[in-house]
């Protein structure tokens, strides 16, 4: 068991600082990078995206702004990168970045926890007769709903690690699952 872990945390939301990547690099001795880019209203914009084109719905910057300038420094100093930024759409999110690790001829392996999405579910959840917790509102129309998601936690991310992954995307989980799925793998918990 490891007795000490060290985690960057680059990001908090969505549009924040992508500096803060390099500059955490820029230090060569991180064991983690975490990103956290979703919050309700994100999830929304993202599932608007991906309405328009099913290969959208994540954070594009996060690939293109983020590690498709930082990979190879990523891959030197064997970083794990841990992010929810695959949005609505984590599958999509992780194959475009296999395609960078692919074009800079790098060796790092991609993970996507997936089990977020319960859209398959909208039709049992109508039924069921849902109303919201706090304002007991009803359960929308099923032809208006855009997304479902559930919150995952740190485990399938630990798993990942575990598994071998150097890169872990998800869509919707807690926020600290990132950070605590680093510890939970480091530490054994």
């Keep these: 068991m490891t007795k000490s872990v060290r985690i960057g945390g680059a990001s908090g939301f969505w549009g924040d600082s992508v500096v803060a990547t390099p500059q955490l690099l820029n230090n060569n001795n991180l064991d983690f990078i ?10 929304s914009i993202m599932a608007r995206a991906r309405a328009k084109d099913p290969k959208m719905g994540y954070a594009v910057d996060f690939v293109t702004s983020v590690l498709q300038l930082n990979l190879r420094q990523i891959a030197e100093q064997k970083v794990k990168i841990l992010s929810n930024a695959g949005g609505v759409n984590p599958e999509a999110c992780a194959e475009a970045i296999r395609k960078l690790v692919k074009d800079q001829n790098l060796n790092l392996n ?5 089990g977020d999405d319960l859209m398959g579910q909208k039709e049992q959840f109508k039924k069921l007769a849902i109303k919201e917790m ?11 709903i855009a997304s479902i998601n559930a919150y995952l ?10 598994d071998g992954a150097d890169i872990v ?20 918990w």
């Design 34 to 43: 975490v990103y956290d880019y979703l919050a309700e209203i994100t999830m």
């Design 110 to 114: 991609v993970a996507v926890v997936i």
């Design 134 to 144: 706090y304002s007991d509102v009803e359960f929308p129309p099923v032809e208006k």
């Design 169 to 188: 995307i998800t869509g919707r989980s807690v926020d600290s699952a990132v950070t605590l799925g680093a510890c939970i793998h480091s530490f054994g």
């Design 153 to 162: 936690g740190a485990f399938p991310i630990a798993q990942a690690l575990k």
